[in-house]
Antibody, heavy 121, light 107 residues
Framework: QVQLVESGGGVVQPGGSLRLSCAASGFSFSSYVMHWVRQAPGQGLKWVAVVWYDGSNNYYAGSVKDRFTISRDNTKNTLSLQMNSLRADDTAVYYC??????????????WGQGTLVTVSS | DIQLTQSPSFLSASVGDRVTITCRASQGISSHLAWYQQKPGKAPNLLIYGASALQSGVPSRFSGSGSGTEFTLTISSLQPEDFASYYCQHLNSYPLTFGGGTKVEIK
């Protein structure tokens, strides 16, 4: 069964850190770029970050650059997002999503169920 | 960054109606556009990629068209299960962006 399962969400104070994980199964994980997307309560979708097939390259949205780090472990079929210096406006449901066999051009055909991150004192 | 402007942001329609949603890009993105459907409390679901290619398993009443800067998603005959929010996304260059969304509600 092709699926992505996120974990690691929770409540964190402003300035704190949190690490999200996404476990992949049912497909050849190392053959696809992987993404994180977030959605603040009642708001639209915002792309967060991408990591290349072998972890050799990545890109970030400007709002998270230098605070968030995306990584992957192809031996464990796991995607991660290390989030530091968290702010109230980082509060959102975070989704991991499977990209295509190319870095660009392909839609996100598999999504996790999402994990809620709440930044509050 | 490439901005995507979706219109309308809200749409009220009846079962059986033909519905069209527009997505405009701030610069040319060839055919590197996808459309997603999202229901409350659920993850998005890919409908269309490459501006007009129907994702496997998606009903044929959904179609996409356009290239360059203007794109449309059409639902030929709205069904009860289609009442949801719809988002466009460009995949032309990083950073990727989504449109602001269109909520389709029952008239």
């Amino acid at each position: 069964q092709v699926q992505l399962v996120e974990s690691g969400g929770g409540v964190v104070q402003p300035g704190g850190s949190l690490r999200l994980s996404c476990a992949a199964s049912g497909f050849s994980f190392s053959s696809y770029v992987m993404h994180w997307v977030r959605q603040a309560p009642g708001q639209g979708l915002k792309w967060v970050a991408v990591v290349w097939y072998d972890g050799s390259n990545n890109y970030y949205a400007g709002s998270v650059k230098d605070r968030f780090t995306i990584s992957r472990d192809n031996t464990k079929n796991t995607l991660s997002l290390q989030m530091n210096s968290l702010r109230a406006d980082d509060t959102a449901v975070y989704y991991c999503a499977k990209g295509g066999g190319r870095p660009l051009g392909d839609g996100f055909d598999i999504w996790g169920q999402g994990t809620l991150v709440t930044v509050s004192s | 960054d490439i901005q995507l402007t979706q219109s309308p942001s809200f749409l009220s329609a009846s079962v059986g109606d033909r519905v069209t949603i527009t997505c405009r890009a701030s610069q040319g993105i060839s055919s590197h556009l996808a459309w997603y459907q999202q229901k409350p409390g659920k993850a998005p679901n890919l409908l269309i990629y490459g501006a007009s290619a129907l994702q496997s398993g998606v009903p044929s009443r959904f179609s996409g068209s356009g290239s360059g800067t203007e794109f449309t998603l059409t639902i030929s005959s709205l069904q009860p299960e289609d009442f949801a929010s719809y988002y466009c996304q460009h995949l032309n260059s990083y950073p990727l962006t989504f449109g602001g969304g269109t909520k389709v509600e029952i008239k």
